[in-house]
């Protein structure tokens, strides 16, 4: 069982590593915002236990990011911060539970087993923009709860728009990850605008806001707003 602990305090991040792996988890301590975000997308955790006060990107944006982005590891919130109001926003955010420092370590334990047992029969991991959503499994596309229809490569398309959020994307990196074409003489550039062009009229053409945007001279951003 594996745990990132995101605590910018030392002596808290080394009591929770000692206690834990005297529980036999695996911990990893992160002690910043953004070192935990990056943990967190490139390896797999069972849960995150995070603390919201942290230096740079505080644990509420990070949990924000993490839950934009489809990711559903189970989190638990540590907060000294025991104010009704932090402790709905951590909810809203999409912490799945919620404690509050100075805890006994028994509870963390309790929560954390809760919590897990919990994760594991999440349902099918998903990737939103707003009202779009996409199911990894059962590879559905809906936009405001209506079922959109899409090609295989339509799909793998919005897939990689939707991980990739908030971002631009150029032609070049669609032709490298998507349509896998690394040397070819003519560009794919057309074939890319095409398959645009169709997923924007599945999924912009009726409902707004507009989520797939041209970002003029370099590529695409799917994003909710105007880039
Ligand atoms: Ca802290």
Redesign the pocket.
């Known amino acids: 069982m594996r745990v990132l602990v995101v605590?910018?305090?030392q002596k808290v991040a080394n009591a929770l590593r000692e206690g834990l792996e005297g529980e036999r988890y695996d911990v990893v301590v992160e002690h910043t915002g953004e070192g935990a975000f990056f943990r967190i997308n490139t390896e797999e955790f069972d849960a995150v236990l995070l603390?919201l006060?942290?230096p740079g990107r505080d644990g509420l944006e990070i949990l924000e990011a993490m839950r934009e982005r489809g990711l559903k590891t189970p989190v638990l919130v540590l907060t000294a911060r025991d104010t009704l109001e932090d402790r709905v926003k951590g909810l809203d955010t999409g912490a799945d539970d919620y404690l509050v420092k100075p805890f006994a370590f028994a509870e963390l334990v309790a929560r954390i087993r809760a919590l897990v047992r919990r994760g594991r029969v999440a349902e099918a991991p998903r990737l939103t923009a707003g009202d779009l959503e996409m199911d990894l499994i059962t590879r559905k596309v809906a936009r405001g709860g209506r079922p959109v229809e899409l090609t295989v490569r339509e799909f793998e398309l919005l897939e990689y728009l939707l991980r990739h959020q908030d971002q631009v994307v150029s032609r070049e990196t669609l032709a490298r990850d998507v349509w896998k074409e690394t040397a070819r003489t003519t560009p794919l550039d057309n074939v890319i605008d095409v398959h645009i062009a169709r997923l924007r009229r599945k999924i912009d053409a009726e409902q707004g806001p507009k989520l797939i945007h041209t970002v003029r001279g370099v590529g695409f951003m799917l994003r909710e707003g105007e880039p």
């Open positions: 605590e910018d305090e603390d006060t942290l």
